[in-house]
């Protein structure tokens, strides 16, 4: 019976574990006989995510804050600390292609700008999403004075140029954002040229319109529909947009929870009428208060403003709790591969929330440790020695992802990439 290197909190998820015989062989291809091995994890196969928005100055070498970014983020003299919480605990970043933002003159978008951060976070491992392609709010002010004809067609020509540009880089996106309001939504002083362009063609003809041209860019990219409108008109509108036949590879499920904590039967109950449309579920934006909640009669986040919104003691115990608590109820639902966290710091956080994972002075939350002990504790295999048996092999049992296995003849790799029994060989190689 090979040896069995396992971690033990792994049981209770079947659908996110392997068990794994692996068969270690030398360079010569033979099979390494009672030859004592190290094992561990590298990486989770489960996209663990945060917005790289506050790294990007870090990314770039920039040293002060551009006072026209249109992101907030935080103070660039925190880069490297932010940098190094942000990659000790997650894998996947999203970037802000905001258009007012990314391209707030016509034909001078901030291409070298973002590409350079993404190929920063893939240079360390991580996965990058770009957020969003199409969107009402942050449409870009020159583009209101276009028939809605060139609107289409200038939509059509910047997904076609963003997704072309980062491809191999940036290859999973939010096709389009909160379509639900999309066609009626209007701010106080102009109507955008996207609602308008949505109004007059209808929201499935703009979806397709999004998902079809940034298909045609990168046949090989992951495209979501995206919303915080969980309610029965977001179902309504992925049925019209699976029945018109326009395919969506993942459905984008936002949870600001800025009004207090949802609980898990409201999240499992939530997760099970998306889940119901067959595609896997990522949850794009998810926040946490670690201050005083939101009062619950406010309907649109927005409109919440205070001089101040601290993170406090009491509030911080709280966050961790419930942190814990979704991201437990998120990864036991089979249908959810991604979790993105909105935002690693208080520091130039989203409505000024104290929604972050540390503090504004750098220091980490309670809920930091908390989520990063869950990660990279619990659902994490550390470096395990065992010994193999007489025909080279050991098992292996821990979450789906990327696996080190060491010896005296050298290293090699092996991805544990689907749940349930699976056998793989691993050629180790010598530095």
């Known amino acids: 019976m090979p040896a069995r290197v396992a971690n033990p909190a792994t049981r209770p998820q079947p659908h996110r574990t392997a068990e794994a015989e692996l068969t270690v ?56 600390h932010l940098a190094a919480l942000w990659l000790d605990l997650f894998n996947t970043a999203t970037l802000p292609f905001y258009w007012a933002g990314f391209e707030p003159e016509r034909g001078r978008p901030d291409t070298e700008r973002l590409l350079r951060t993404a190929q920063w976070f893939q240079d360390r491992g991580c996965t990058v999403k770009g957020h969003p392609l199409a969107w009402h709010t942050l449409a870009p002010d020159w583009l209101r004075g276009l028939p809605t004809p060139e609107v289409a067609e200038v939509l059509r020509a910047r997904i076609r140029r963003e997704v072309s540009d980062f491809a191999g880089v940036v ?194 939350k309670p809920a930091y440790e908390a989520l990063r002990q869950l990660v990279k504790e619990e659902w994490w295999l550390p470096a395990t020695t065992a010994r193999t048996d007489g025909q080279g092999r050991v098992q292996v049992r821990g979450f789906l992802g990327d696996y080190r296995v060491t010896a005296a003849a050298g290293a090699g790799a092996v991805g544990l990439d689907r749940p349930g029994e699976v056998t793989a060989e691993v050629a180790l190689e010598q530095p």
């Open 171 to 364: 290859d999973t996106w939010d096709a389009i954002n909160e379509v639900v309001i999309m066609h009626v939504f209007a701010n106080e002083e102009h109507e955008n040229a996207i609602t308008r362009l949505c109004r007059e063609q209808g929201r499935v003809p703009t979806v397709r319109l999004a998902v079809e041209e940034a298909r045609a860019a990168n046949p090989s990219a992951t495209l979501l529909l995206n919303d915080f409108d969980l309610s029965a008109d977001y179902e309504r509108l992925i049925e019209d947009v699976l029945a018109a036949g326009v395919r969506i590879d993942a459905l984008g499920l936002q949870t600001h929870m800025h009004q207090g904590y949802w609980g898990e039967e409201n999240t499992l109950a939530m997760l099970d009428r998306f889940a119901r449309f067959g595609l896997p579920l990522h949850l794009t934006e998810t926040t946490l208060l670690s201050g005083d909640l939101m009062p619950p009669e406010i309907v649109d986040l927005n409109d919440y403003q205070v001089p101040s919104w601290p993170s406090t003691p009491e509030g911080e115990e709280r966050q961790a709790d419930e942190v814990v608590r979704h991201y437990r109820t998120l990864v036991s639902h089979p249908a959810v591969e991604a979790i993105t966290y909105w935002g690693i710091t208080d520091d130039g956080a989203w409505l000024g929330a104290p929604a972050g994972l540390v503090r504004a002075d750098g220091t980490s």
């Open 25 to 80: 062989v030398g360079a010569d291809g033979r099979p390494l006989v009672d030859t004592e091995v190290t094992v561990e994890q590298t990486r989770h196969r489960f996209a663990f995510g945060n917005i790289g928005f506050d790294l990007i100055p870090l990314a770039n070498g920039e040293t002060t804050a551009r006072p026209d970014s249109p992101f907030g983020g935080a103070s660039p003299d925190q880069g490297e």
